[in-house]
Nanobody, 126 residues
Framework: QVQLVESGGRAVQAGGSLRLSCAASGGTFSSYTMGWCRQHQGKARELVSGLSRSALRTYYTDSGKGRFTISRDNVQNTVHLQMDSLKPEDTAVYYC???????????????????WGQGTQVTVSS
């Protein structure tokens, strides 16, 4: 079973950038499909971006398309989310997630993910 620990969340001003990181341990990282999800206060968790095991396939929801970039390092066992041109509506707790099922695909719903980190808070002020 993989353990996930996020870092990099903090308060920034609108238009700024942040790079979130997720360190994985306890499993074979390269075998997991990875993703980033977020949860606005009082709302359900939503997918932001997903990345296949090989990193050849990516997926972004409309909220992050053109502004966010997901990447992974299968040697360092990390996955990152580069967030640029941040907006106040990006304020949320961001979670790293892993899907353990076999195949080189992108998990495009939160229900497809099996393991979650504890989350990191991102706050964007106007």
């Amino acid at each position: 079973q993989v353990q996930l620990v996020e870092s990099g969340g903090r308060a920034v001003q609108a238009g700024g950038s942040l790079r979130l990181s997720c360190a994985a341990s306890g499993g074979t990282f390269s075998s997991y499909t990875m993703g980033w999800c977020r949860q606005h206060q009082g709302k359900a968790r939503e997918l932001v971006s997903g990345l296949s095991r090989s990193a050849l396939r990516t997926y972004y929801t409309d909220s992050g398309k053109g502004r966010f970039t997901i990447s992974r390092d299968n040697v360092q066992n990390t996955v990152h989310l580069q967030m640029d041109s941040l907006k106040p509506e990006d304020t949320a707790v961001y979670y790293c997630a892993a899907d353990r099922h076999f195949g080189d695909y992108v998990a495009v719903t939160t229900e497809m993910y099996d393991y979650w980190g504890q989350g990191t808070q991102v706050t964007v002020s106007s």
